[in-house]
Nanobody, 115 residues
Framework: VQLVESGGGLVQPGGSLRLSCTAS????????MSWYRQAPGKERELVAA????????RYADSMKGRFTISRDNAENTVYLQMNSLKPEDTAVYYC?????????WGQGTQVTVSS
């Protein structure tokens, strides 16, 4: 199983970024995918999750209305569109898949929101 995130970077407050996570080594369209983030000195937290077919999504309360998770099963990729970014969104963002009760993580992509 391999998960590779991309799309992070430095953005000003109020700006947008789209993160991508490309998966391989498993049947992508059979599994829920999730985005998590970890800020310095804080625990890793769930950002959003999407069902295997993409029909169901859920978000952490602080991201609702600003972030959108989506997936392209033909491309084995899950996305996180982040709008109206705030300095407190600064973190390393990870994608995750749980297969047979084991969590696989990507290496993460840094998002920094600063003027």
């Amino acid at each position: 199983v391999q998960l590779v995130e991309s799309g992070g970077g430095l953005v000003q407050p109020g700006g947008s970024l789209r993160l991508s996570c490309t998966a391989s080594g498993f049947t992508f369209n059979s599994y829920q995918m999730s985005w998590y983030r970890q800020a310095p000195g804080k625990e890793r937290e769930l950002v959003a999750a999407i069902s295997n077919a993409g029909g169901s999504t859920r978000y952490a309360d602080s991201m609702k209305g600003r972030f959108t998770i989506s997936r392209d099963n033909a491309e084995n990729t899950v996305y996180l569109q982040m709008n109206s970014l705030k300095p407190e969104d600064t973190a390393v963002y990870y994608c995750k898949v749980r297969i047979w009760a084991y969590d696989y993580w990507g290496q993460g992509t840094q998002v920094t929101v600063s003027s």
